[in-house]
């Protein structure tokens, strides 16, 4: 049995859709509090992981996505974060270990680095500026002490930006969404200049299930990404461009250039270790950004005037 924690969400459906399209049998655990995707095919349990865990018979490999996924409200409803981030992790660790799961794999993210050094490999020392970068670095921290002790095997994905498909949030939809409503302003948090890393959603599904089948070890941890990057102005222009529209942009920059308190400014992952196991992006940054504003007006049926 494979267990998706947040397999209603937005990473968490599309990984779904991959697991049972593979004939496995997949148990989804959402509360529906974020993502409100549910896959018939997939058997779907209806649960708050912040107050307990459910017993899972025969547990093979637990995919830990279960979250509160946006970076900014962490520095604000903080004790909401812990519980969504830290807790939930903490209890979705007991029930693999009380279920005799045989692998865990949690959705880490690139923010547990912090502003690092350009590209941040694996060896780099982590220094979030976040709260969430900080909960998703002690989420690492339980799952190897898990790992180590108990004897599950078990991974950490540390993700750079995942956009396009059915994708609900993020710089993209934002974008698009103002100017839906407003197509002669754009407002752009910060300066515009930040420049961070984007993988298409397929890519790194795919780059999942290859971990899943090629680590045999006890603990490790990888980073998922793209070889390139993007600013926030060129997203701007691909969005405008794919809109057919020429806003004048409004920034919202505080003097340093971050879009919101804990925002890291650049962010481009080393990826030389999990492509030294088989695999790689086919999509640039800017590819992936402009595939994924299609992906997202034809989901709001946009079209242009």
Request: glycine fraction near 8%; hydrophobic fraction near 40%.
């Given at each position: 049995?494979?267990?998706?924690?947040g397999?209603?969400?937005?990473i968490?459906?599309?990984l779904?859709?991959?697991l049972?399209e593979?004939?496995?049998?997949?148990v989804?655990?959402?509360?529906?509090?974020y993502?409100?995707?549910?896959n018939?095919?997939a058997k779907f349990l209806?649960?708050?992981l912040?107050?307990g865990?459910?017993m899972?018979?025969e547990?093979?490999?637990?995919?830990?996505?279960?979250?509160?996924?946006?970076v900014?409200?962490?520095?604000?409803?903080?004790?909401?974060?812990?519980e969504?981030?830290?807790?939930?992790?903490l209890n979705?660790?007991?029930m693999?270990?009380?279920?005799d799961?045989?692998?865990?794999?949690?959705f880490?993210?690139?923010?547990?680095y912090?502003?690092?050094k350009i590209?941040t490999?694996?060896?780099?020392?982590?220094n979030?500026?976040?709260?969430?970068?900080l909960?998703?670095?002690?989420?690492?921290?339980?799952?190897?002490?898990?790992?180590l002790n108990?004897?599950?095997?078990?991974?950490?994905?540390r993700l750079?930006?995942?956009?396009?498909?059915?994708v609900?949030h993020?710089v993209?939809?934002?974008?698009?969404?103002k100017?839906m409503?407003?197509p002669?302003?754009?407002e752009?948090l910060?300066n515009g200049?930040?420049?961070?890393?984007y993988?298409?959603i397929?890519?790194l599904i795919a780059?999942?299930?290859?971990?899943r089948?090629?680590?045999?070890?006890?603990?490790?941890?990888?980073?998922?990404?793209?070889?390139?990057?993007v600013t926030?102005e060129?997203?701007?222009?691909?969005?405008?461009?794919?809109?057919?529209l020429k806003p004048?942009h409004?920034?919202?920059?505080?003097?340093d250039?971050?879009g919101?308190k804990?925002?890291?400014?650049?962010?481009?992952?080393?990826?030389?270790?999990?492509?030294?196991?088989?695999?790689?992006?086919?999509?640039?940054s800017?590819e992936v950004?402009r595939?994924?504003?299609?992906?997202?007006?034809?989901?709001?049926g946009?079209?242009?005037?």
């Amino acid at each position: 049995m494979l267990v998706v924690t947040g397999g209603a969400g937005y990473i968490g459906g599309h990984l779904v859709d991959r697991l049972v399209e593979s004939g496995a049998d997949v148990v989804v655990i959402d509360d529906l509090s974020y993502g409100k995707y549910v896959n018939s095919r997939a058997k779907f349990l209806k649960f708050d992981l912040r107050l307990g865990f459910p017993m899972i018979e025969e547990c093979d490999t637990v995919y830990h996505l279960a979250a509160n996924p946006d970076v900014r409200t962490s520095m604000e409803n903080v004790e909401e974060h812990f519980e969504r981030d830290v807790k939930v992790t903490l209890n979705t660790l007991e029930m693999a270990r009380r279920s005799d799961c045989s692998y865990f794999i949690f959705f880490s993210s690139s923010t547990v680095y912090g502003e690092a050094k350009i590209p941040t490999s694996e060896r780099e020392e982590t220094n979030p500026i976040s709260n969430y970068g900080l909960f998703k670095l002690m989420g690492e921290d339980m799952v190897k002490f898990y790992s180590l002790n108990y004897g599950i095997s078990a991974l950490s994905l540390r993700l750079a930006n995942i956009t396009g498909g059915r994708v609900s949030h993020g710089v993209v939809v934002d974008f698009v969404r103002k100017l839906m409503k407003d197509p002669n302003v754009l407002e752009i948090l910060g300066n515009g200049k930040q420049r961070k890393s984007y993988l298409y959603i397929d890519e790194l599904i795919a780059a999942v299930l290859l971990l899943r089948e090629k680590f045999k070890g006890r603990y490790d941890f990888y980073n998922v990404g793209n070889r390139d990057w993007v600013t926030v102005e060129e997203i701007a222009s691909i969005v405008e461009e794919e809109m057919g529209l020429k806003p004048v942009h409004k920034y919202l920059d505080n003097g340093d250039g971050r879009g919101w308190k804990g925002d890291v400014r650049l962010m481009l992952l080393d990826i030389s270790k999990i492509e030294a196991v088989g695999w790689k992006p086919t999509l640039s940054s800017r590819e992936v950004v402009r595939r994924a504003t299609r992906d997202v007006l034809r989901l709001l049926g946009y079209a242009k005037t």
